[in-house]
């Protein structure tokens, strides 16, 4: 009871802990919120992953996989194989219709030669469709002005699902949101044409190369593509570089296509060819495999080698094939595939945690000084204590105890101030991006200007502790003030680096847990050397101090 | 010399026999009591009088079981059970029900309003006992005893706010408040004017009259007048034990 007692008295009596549990809070706010951000970057990273590639990739040579079709079918037939989508994954580079005038920007690009109907059951690809059409009539009307959708043909928008431009049967092409110059990003996350270039409705021209399955380079080659839409994975790296084609487009333009073979041991006809002996099968280079909800990426992957294993066994003896199955394809989950983006950011996360962990060690020593100083202005109390038969173990609680409440108190706020920042993190970042209001930094002026009138009245009063502290708030709201007056916005999420174009605003609980636990134990361990010290106080030196 | 004057059957109720105490000073060993003897009994005023640095502080000390003799340097005793070779719970449960301390500078916890002060001694003996009763005994005890000492208008006031007087008979509710067998005074009008000090003395002939043993030390041959016995301590020795009537 009197420990007790002691404690709450010690700790409201004075300014000292109320700084210690600030310092707390600040510390544990500072992991909790780091840690949280890099959590949620890593998980939107390894969702957002698993949407755009599924959870099994079969990747061959730059020769391809012939006879894909038929491996389809025995894909499908696993019992844990939700979809599959074949592709052509290459690169090429992008005439884009913009500036006006002869010469237009070129940019490379990651190329999808897909199969959109059965990509959108692998991966997210129609939701990505960023562009949606008007509803209806009533949805048009409703629009602004300004939305380019309202001015094109509603049909254009859709196509974007099939890769085919219904209104001529043209193939036609999708961009990822950042491959134009024309999107301009608003504070809401909503996108509206910049510079007029709503790319959808216009043309560009895909410039590839071929290649031999022995390396050897082909003509390049091009083809002009009506834009149908646009996607937004959400991840910036896939969202700025990949675009999308129908495959039978990739294929021919790749020479992955299906060709006639011929006998060049035999005599030419009278037209001067080699007579056809067959047909070499159309390849593609890469095959998404879905599994079916609550299977592993690891168990569909160990169901995947086997199936190929046993078709490729199964193709390679067939004599009458005129081509055959790589002996060796890559059979990755999403998380192998994608590991040079993933690991690099868990091993940050894990390093920031352990570094910022360090900052236990800074409440520790904070909450030791604190209270050594504490115990040794105390100690006459000490003996006092002492004398009226409390004994060293009761001394020692009710530092302990100190600690223990700072430790609790500092942590909860610290947790607590986290969540607000994670939670608020977004609209932080677009303050910190925006102007500031003219409110803010004209109050902040007003504010140094109090400041200043308290350090000429301190002045005259000759109160140098005062005139420290008004010289010292005005000096910090005056440079806060200014630079709220010349703050045109500061990117500090940039998406070309980060991925994302929203900053991750989920707490990490288990993380809050384990930084609020840290916090207190190491707050009373903080504690405990400064409350055996006042345990071990000789009553009777106590009594005589000071 | 030691005069054994006070003969009686009756055990004494503290007894400090050839006690010895050395401080070390910086590096040099003082020698503050040099075969200390003292015996109290029930009941008794006794107070200890000497010169400044001639010990009788250390040897209130030794008998509250603040401090310990010297190895091999006597022993103290209290109702017949040695002190000096007490330790732990057995110890602080002496301090806290058989003995009560007034200082001479009040030492009350400035945290504290009067009440707590005066409650002090028996939260801590409900800490150390956990019996939820003592707290309502000890409450009512230090209620009782400041109301008797006019101090029942300055409960919630906290000791800065008292005058000396007001704030060494805290002190002497804090002692009493647990009922202890013996009060230790050490200079408790030291800090206080003539007047003030003799009401100070009043409080405790009260306590005395009522059968509380009180030791009190002091370095002053008229507040130890008023004790039934004077001890005269001179370098580190018991020389004298008279009785004042």
Known sequence: ?546 | MVNHIIATHVPPIIEARGVRKTYDIGSLPVEVLKGADLTVQSGEWVAVLGSSGSGKSTLMHLMGGLDRPDDNGGEIRFDDRPISVTHGKRLDSYRNRDIGFVFQFYHLLQELNVFENAMLPGMVGNWMTGHGSARAVARESARRLLDSFGLSHRLAHKPSQLSGGERQRVAIARALVNSPRVLLADEPTGNLDTSTGAGILDLLAERHAAGLTVIMVTHDAEVAARADRIVKLVNGRVTDQALTW
Request: charged share 20%.
């Open chain 1, 1 to 546: 009871m009197y420990a007790s007692l002691l404690s709450n008295r010690y700790l409201t009596s004075r300014l000292i802990p109320f700084i210690a549990i600030a310092a707390v809070a600040l510390c544990v706010a500072l992991v909790v919120t780091v840690v949280s951000v890099m959590s949620g970057f890593l998980d939107m990273l390894k969702s957002s992953g698993r949407l755009i590639v599924g959870d099994v990739i079969i990747s061959s040579g730059i020769g391809g996989m012939p006879y894909t079709d038929e491996f389809l079918v025995d894909l499908k037939g696993l019992k844990d194989v939700q979809g599959a989508t074949p592709l052509i994954d290459t690169i090429g580079l992008l005439r884009m219709p913009y500036p006006r005038g002869d010469q237009k920007e070129v940019s490379h690009v990651q190329v999808w030669a897909v199969d959109p109907i059965s990509l959108a059951t692998v991966t997210d690809y129609a939701n990505d469709l960023y562009w949606r059409p008007p509803a209806d009539a009533a949805a048009s009307a409703a629009m602004s002005d300004e939305d380019p959708r309202k001015h094109l043909d509603i049909d254009v928008l859709n196509d974007g699902k099939t890769l085919v431009q219904s209104r001529t049967g043209a193939p036609g092409i999708t961009l990822g949101m950042h491959v134009s110059i024309g999107n301009a990003r608003q504070k809401d996350g909503s996108y509206l044409p910049r510079y007029g270039w709503f790319m959808p409705g216009n043309d560009v021209t895909l410039t590839v190369v071929p290649v031999s399955g022995q390396g050897k380079i082909a003509e390049p080659r091009e083809q002009i593509f009506p834009v149908l839409n646009e996607v937004q994975t959400g991840i910036y790296e896939v969202d700025r570089n990949r675009v999308y084609i129908p495959l039978p487009e990739g294929q021919r333009l790749l020479r992955l296509d299906e060709a006639p073979l011929y006998d060049l041991n035999a005599e030419p006809g009278p037209d001067g060819r080699y007579p056809q002996i067959g047909t070499t099968p159309a390849r593609v280079t890469k095959i998404l495999v879905r599994a079916k909800p609550d299977v592993s990426a690891n168990q569909l992957r160990a169901e995947v080698e086997l199936c190929y294993a046993a078709f490729a066994k199964r193709i390679n003896a067939d004599n009458s094939r005129v081509a055959s199955m790589p002996d060796f394809v890559n059979i990755l989950t999403w998380e192998q595939q994608l590991a040079d983006l993933i690991a690099p950011v868990e091993k940050e996360r894990e390093m920031m945690r352990v570094l910022f962990s360090l900052i236990y060690l800074v409440c520790a020593g904070l909450i030791l000084s604190i209270f050594w100083s504490i115990v040794v202005e105390k100690t006459r109390d000490i003996g006092i204590l002492r004398s009226v038969g409390a004994s060293r173990f009761g001394v020692m609680w009710i530092f302990l105890r100190y600690g223990l409440i700072i430790g609790i108190l500092g942590s909860g706020l610290g947790v607590l101030l986290a969540w607000l920042i994670v939670r608020n993190v977004n609209a932080i970042h677009e303050a910190i991006g925006s102007d500031a209001p003219p409110v803010i930094w004209i109050g902040a002026f007003v504010l140094t200007g109090i400041c200043a009138l308290g350090m000429i009245y301190a002045i005259w009063r000759g109160r140098l502790l005062a005139i420290l502290l008004w010289l010292l708030g005005t000096t910090v709201l005056g440079l806060i003030a200014t630079g709220l007056a010349l703050h045109h916005g500061t990117l500090i999420w940039d998406p070309s680096v980060y991925y994302f174009t929203i900053v991750p605003d989920q707490v990490d609980w288990g993380t809050a847990r384990w930084t609020f636990l840290f916090g207190v134990v190491f707050s009373v361990i903080g504690a405990a050397i400064p409350a055996s010290k006042a345990a071990d106080i000789d009553p009777v030196e106590a009594l005589r101090y000071g």
